[in-house]
């Protein structure tokens, strides 16, 4: 918070740590093609709700950082929030690392749960006629006003 730029906000030498591992990036991007993408094992969110439709309808692994009142994505069980500090609500990166650890692990119950949530999820976002019920839905209620 309070940074002009993504660089500025960054530790000192990050960005040389990852050179080669990955990248930062602090404008658009497509982010439904990243997400998809084969390599991409999970996705460290802060819990907007386009980000976790998109991370379900691509079988994305969510580690899930929400803001003050984002609980939503806990409460359905669709990935593993990053435990934090109770007096400071501050987290580490040992507390990130540790949710990564236990969703992507694929033995164990945790990580078993999340992905079952998630497949029940991606087939109703993907239902065939979801987003034409919303627009049917709106215009009768339109013409219930009229």
Not at 18 to 35: A, C, D, K, M, S
Request: net charge negative; with cysteine; hydrophobic share 40%.
């Amino acid at each position: 918070m309070g940074t002009q730029t993504i660089e500025s906000a960054l530790p000192e030498g990050f960005q040389e740590r990852v050179n080669g591992r990955g990248f930062v990036y602090g404008g658009w991007i497509p982010q439904q093609l990243i997400l998809r993408h084969l390599s991409v094992g999970c996705f460290v969110t802060h819990c907007g709700s386009g980000s976790l439709a998109e991370a379900m309808v691509n079988d994305c692994q969510l580690v899930l950082v929400p803001h003050v009142g984002d609980q939503m994505a806990g409460d359905l069980r669709i990935g593993v929030e990053v435990e934090k500090g109770e007096e400071d609500g501050l987290f580490t990166k040992d507390d990130v690392n540790k949710a990564v650890k236990a969703l992507m692990d694929d033995d164990g119950e945790l990580g078993k749960e999340i992905r079952a949530n998630q497949a029940k999820w991606k087939e109703f976002l993907l239902a065939p006629g979801l987003e034409n019920s919303y627009m049917n839905d709106f215009v009768i209620k339109l013409n219930t006003l009229v």
